[in-house]
């Protein structure tokens, strides 16, 4: 069993950057992954970036590739540094985690957040 609450969400202009913290309780960090995923209005829940716990193994969607960056700390936390944004990022970013390989598909993933706001104005 996983419990996953994410903050830090917030609106921010164009170019600017945000923070997102996703606290994570579990038994066992043992081939744990985590993902960041979002979902924008009217749109389907698509993956954003993913690490390996133990490994520090990272992926990312090319659409935020160079833009934003998956990390933990050894407080069983996971951060979403999201820099340059852009209108298009906005969305509700929810923290995931799946027991295994690192990938990027939602239906994957076991364990889910509630969800935090990312408002980007042009």
């Known amino acids: 069993q996983v419990q996953l609450v994410e903050s830090g969400g917030g609106s921010v202009q164009a170019g600017g950057s945000l923070r997102l913290s996703c606290a994570v309780s579990t038994d066992t960090f043992n081939n744990l992954v985590m993902g960041w995923f979002r979902q924008a209005p009217g749109k389907e829940r698509e993956f954003v970036a993913a690490?390996?716990?133990?490994?520090?193994?990272t992926l990312y969607a090319d659409s935020v590739k160079g833009r934003f960056t998956i990390s933990r700390d050894n407080a069983q936390n996971i951060y979403l540094e999201l820099n340059n944004l852009k209108p298009e990022d906005t969305a509700v970013y929810y923290c995931?985690?799946?027991?295994?390989?690192?990938?990027?598909?939602?239906?994957?993933?076991?364990?889910w957040g509630q969800g935090t706001h990312v408002t980007i104005s042009s």
């Open positions: 690490l390996t716990w133990h490994s520090g193994r």
């Open positions: 995931a985690a799946k027991w295994g390989l690192t990938d990027s598909y939602t239906e994957r993933y076991d364990y």
